[in-house]
């Protein structure tokens, strides 16, 4: 399995199914509204002229162009996830010059175990047998 080490940044991202969903549903419903009052009109605007026909062919003509608008898909879905840090420039920090430049500073940090901790680990785990594997001393076959 492939992971990326970066978060995807917020604005690349394609919008959320749910949220397209509603703006075609919103699409659709609007463009039948529009059906309807050319339907409206068409039927009690008088005199009758040319307008008439224009608000009849829209009544006949909008269904298809509401179905097709609310299926479209959204041009502005990207193809991918882009990660933030791939966007931001590089910054560039003064370093102050270290003392004694010759000899890098490392910071080396042991864990020792004291007999005391090894005494009170087998206290809490009385005759199990693992006293010393359980501590890292044994033979490792635990």
């Known amino acids: 399995m492939n992971r990326s080490r970066h978060a995807p940044a917020v ?34 605007v008088t005199p009758y002229g040319w307008y008439t026909w224009v608000f009849a062919i829209a009544t006949a003509v909008l269904p298809y162009i509401a179905v097709v608008f609310a299926n479209a898909i959204n041009p502005t879905t990207t193809s991918g996830a882009e990660s933030p840090t791939q966007q931001l420039p590089a910054s560039v920090s003064p370093v102050a010059p270290a003392a004694d430049s010759s000899t890098p500073s490392t ?13 009170q680990n087998r206290a809490k785990h009385p005759g199990d047998g693992q006293g010393d594997a359980r501590e890292g001393k044994g033979d490792g076959a635990a």
């Open 11 to 44: 604005t690349s991202l394609p919008q959320a199914p749910q949220d397209e969903a509603t703006g075609r549903v919103r699409r659709y419903v609007l463009t039948m509204v529009i059906r309807m009052v050319c339907f409206g009109l068409t039927l009690f």
């Open 107 to 119: 910071i080396t940090i042991q864990e020792t175990r004291s007999d005391a901790d090894a005494l």
